[in-house]
């Protein structure tokens, strides 16, 4: 081949490659948008399972937790949005739960429904607040769900994620404790960037509870990863997929609980999770229509007692879900999503 046919091919294969560059513009960056007089209301459900088999000594128990929740809760856009923040007021409807609780000398299946609560200990009713029966137990029980009554304000970023919380000392603590250790609001933030079908980016959060039992130091870096997955057609409409994957492996961490007016040294020996999820984000409207994690994992921990040490090896299991409500459909949030697993009911 002549230099002068080289140089020839050499400028075709240029002009052919600003073409191709040209035509490839790069994917417009995903972001939330709330409308200012325009609600949106979700479904949500959590369900947490965990069993505690514990020894001290000669003594053994085994301890199992099966516990469910479901809500809608509805974002409004409220005075003091900016450009970068979207300041929504947040309430809740519709709330349910559901325990059901395997002790060494008992079985207990708890549901809360339109407000009342009953509940069985080995089959005998020990609480039925319609009938006025065992409201104190009723009101115990039901102490870590009140501050999910209350309303307030969260500050969401464009990415979906939490900047802040507003409102009644309760509500906010309440709130904090929740998103201790997700990503978002939804349990997804968006990339900072526009991303093709395949891309990946990370997120990083910080964990400094364990349940009840408090990191010491700094706590734990967590890193999720997503991923965008080929768009899908959900309800009529085409959305954006993005998956999640976090999983993480610790030894050798130290934390302290505390019950009862009493502070016990645990040394948490290993902690194991993995977590999963999708997102469906429908990116011309900029909102989420659904999202799922679930959660899997196991620990080691020792415990440091007066008079001797407790062991525990723990199991952790769980999921949560969001689904958005049509704004023209009024219906419970059962309606939406499939109630949690619960063996009394």
Partial sequence: MTR???GCVLRLACL????????????????????????????????????????????????????????????????????????LHLTTADIEADWDMTLPSAH?????????????????????????????????????????????????????????????????????????????????????????????????????KLGSIRLEGEGLTCTATFKRAPDAIRDGRAVAVFNLDAPFDHQGLVGYLSEGGQRMKVNINRFKRTATGTTYFDADLGRLTEAGVTVDGTASMTGQLPDGTIQIEAKIGGDMHFRLVPPAAAVRVAHYLMPCPNAGT
């Fill in 4 to 6: 002068r046919a080289m």
């Fill in 16 to 87: 052919a490659v600003a073409g191709t560059a040209a035509a490839q513009t790069t994917p417009e960056p995903f972001t939330f948008r709330f409308n200012a007089g325009e609600a949106q209301t979700y479904a949500a459900a959590m369900h947490l399972r965990m069993s505690m088999d514990m020894s001290a000594g000669n003594d053994h128990m085994l301890q199992k937790m099966d516990m469910g929740a479901r809500y809608n809760v509805t974002l409004t856009p409220a005075e003091g949005s900016t450009e970068g923040a979207a300041r």
């Fill in 108 to 208: 207990i299946v708890v549901s809360l429904k339109a407000g009342e609560m009953v509940g069985t200990r080995d089959g005998v009713v020990i609480i039925d607040t319609a009938h006025h029966i065992g409201t104190d137990e009723a009101e115990e029980i039901e102490k870590d769900l009140m501050p999910l009554y209350l309303s307030g304000y969260v500050v969401l970023d464009p990415r979906g994620q939490v900047i802040r919380f507003e409102g009644d000392p309760p509500f906010v603590k309440f709130w904090t404790d929740e998103g201790e250790g997700e990503v978002g609001f939804f349990t997804v933030v968006l990339p900072a960037k526009g991303v093709a079908v395949g891309d990946t980016w990370e997120e990083h959060t910080a964990l400094h």
